[in-house]
């Protein structure tokens, strides 16, 4: 049986660079959400009351 390539087999070297880049830019700019946050934003779902999605800054 032949395995066929998922398209997650495909390194594109250029590509990956661009959305580093892009997301360095986002640390850097303060456009980034604590995980923290998150996971206070989740527990709060699970508590039945939940909470407004976090901001980035949060």
Do not use: C, N, Q, Y
């Not at 594109?12 to 998150?38: C, F, M, N, Q, Y």
């Amino acid at each position: 049986m032949k395995i066929e390539p998922s398209l997650f087999d495909e390194i594109d070297d250029e590509v990956e660079a661009a959305a580093d880049a892009r997301a360095e830019a986002d640390v850097a700019a303060g456009r980034l959400i604590s995980h923290e946050a998150v996971s206070r934003w989740l527990t709060s779902w699970a508590d039945g009351a939940p909470t407004p999605k976090p901001k980035p800054g949060d």
